[in-house]
């Protein structure tokens, strides 16, 4: 099928594209990577009328590592994640789940700012920004991860807002991102993210709810001494999953449980 | 997200200009800004050999290079390749003469009924333009994006391995006949 007419105009400044966006009205949407939104227009499910490409804006497209943090600005493609020598030394988890985003032609195009703003309760940047206690900067604003992400498909942020940076706290210390899937490019049913930080273990799950979660419980049996499966089986507790056709509520939590072993034992 | 049954569709869109390199040659046209790469090279360019296969993005039969990296045409709209240079199936070799991916395709019969093939070969020249011998795995890897529903992918993955070798070694198979 074929998305239903609209307008288009093309931003070369952050400045550009939000007064763009303003003046074209609240039916308006930003586009950068668009693999999710054009299959969504595709079959109709988004109608927008207008569509303000930010694919130009140079200003949005940058890796520098800085003060401890990676700062990473919103139009850096998945391909660029998993070549660029600046994640792969500070922040290699970033690096690996971008590798297994997609397929090759996605990670072509599709951009970190995307998958954010996009807030796919199955994405794998949103545990990530989650687990480290992320910042999404926005043009007007910064906003912590946990604020950021607040339902399916549900941000806070405003309707002519636009995602400019992700800053990551940096580690390079042991790490794992496990996806439990049916095919290799598809989205994750469960996927479980484990980094260890300065601060102790941190532990997301994707896909157990409307928004990726931290592992809270695991975090706090390893910080007492727990062993890796004692700690992973606290991984599901408090998870409301929803079923679906891939999966029951209670298979979630037990993928849950099982990715997060794996991926504490596997950490790296 | 918006309901489904909200129609839009008598309006009478905008047209905006497009100008890009179509395997190697400038080209100007007006477009709707709701056509899709793979509709304006199809339709618009009348080259025909990057297929339509799923209304999902997920087939990778309209996989052509944007610049030399491989995307799924119809994932993208015409508008957003102002300024780049296209390269389709039809733009990988002088007419008369095969690429060695698809010699090598022809020569291990890496296709059952053929519709998926000009998006795994674009997505194979990819794959070899940037890791020239990849392993098992890598091959796999590079090739998740595409599927054929034929599942003739051994020979597939014995096509790509042959190229790989007939690239780097600078042998180029002539045009039989």
Redesign the interface.
């Known amino acids: 099928m074929r998305p239903a007419p609209f307008n288009f105009s093309r931003a070369h400044s952050i400045a550009e594209a939000v007064s763009q966006l303003g003046d074209a009205g609240p039916e308006a949407k930003f586009i950068s990577g668009g693999q999710s939104l054009i299959p969504l227009m595709r079959v109709r499910l988004a109608q927008p009328s207008h569509l303000v490409d930010i694919n130009r804006i140079e200003e949005l497209d940058y890796i520098r590592a800085e003060d401890g943090h990676l700062h990473v600005g919103a139009l850096v493609r998945h391909a660029a994640l998993v070549r660029s020598e600046e994640v792969r030394r500070h922040l290699p988890l970033l690096a690996e789940i971008a590798a297994e985003t997609g397929d090759a032609q996605i990670r072509t195009r599709g951009t970190l700012g995307g998958v954010m703003a996009h807030a796919d309760a199955a994405g794998d940047y949103p545990t990530l920004a989650i687990m480290l206690d992320a910042t999404i900067v926005t043009d007007r604003r910064r906003i912590p991860a946990g604020d950021f992400f607040q339902h399916l498909f549900t941000t806070a942020l405003e309707t002519d807002e636009l995602v400019c940076e992700v800053v990551f706290p940096i580690s390079a210390r042991p790490h794992r991102y496990l996806k439990f899937r049916l095919r290799q490019y598809d989205w994750a049913i469960v996927a479980a993210g484990v980094q260890l930080t300065e601060l102790g273990w941190r532990v997301g799950l994707t896909h157990v709810g409307p928004t990726a979660v931290r592992a809270r419980g695991v975090e706090t049996a390893l910080s007492s001494g727990a062993s890796p499966a004692e700690a992973a089986e606290r991984a599901s507790d408090g998870l409301e999953p929803s079923s679906d056709v891939r999966a029951s509520a209670d298979y979630r939590r037990h993928l849950a449980r099982v990715l997060t072993r794996r991926a504490l034992e596997q950490a790296s | 997200?918006?309901g489904?049954h909200?129609?839009?569709?008598s309006?009478?869109?905008?047209v905006?200009s497009l100008r890009l390199k179509v395997n190697g040659k400038e080209r100007a046209d007006e477009v709707?800004?709701?056509?899709?790469l793979v509709?304006y090279l199809r339709e618009v360019c009348r080259l025909t050999g990057s297929h339509v296969g799923c209304?999902?993005?997920?087939c990778?039969a309209c996989?052509v290079l944007?610049n030399g990296?491989?995307?799924?045409s119809?994932?993208?709209?015409a508008?957003?390749a102002?300024g780049t240079a296209v390269t389709t199936i039809e733009g990988l070799a002088p007419p008369g003469e095969l690429h060695p991916l698809q010699a090598a395709f022809r020569e291990q019969h890496g296709l059952q009924c053929g519709f998926c093939t000009p998006g795994f070969i674009m997505?194979a020249v990819?794959?070899l333009a940037g890791n020239p011998d990849p392993s098992e795995e890598e091959i796999?890897?590079?090739?998740?994006?595409?599927l054929c529903r034929c599942t003739g992918y051994v020979n597939i993955r014995r096509a790509v391995k042959s190229a790989g070798l007939a690239l780097r070694q600078g042998d180029v198979a002539p045009l039989e006949g």
Do not use: F, I, W, Y
């Not at chain 2, 909200?6 to 569709?9: A, E, V, Y």
């Open positions: 997200m918006r489904p909200r129609c839009r569709t309006r009478v869109g905008m905006q709707e800004p709701r056509l899709l509709h209304d999902t993005s997920q990778g996989t944007l990296a491989p995307v799924k119809c994932n993208m709209l508008v957003q102002e997505a990819a794959l796999g890897r590079g090739l998740e994006g595409n």
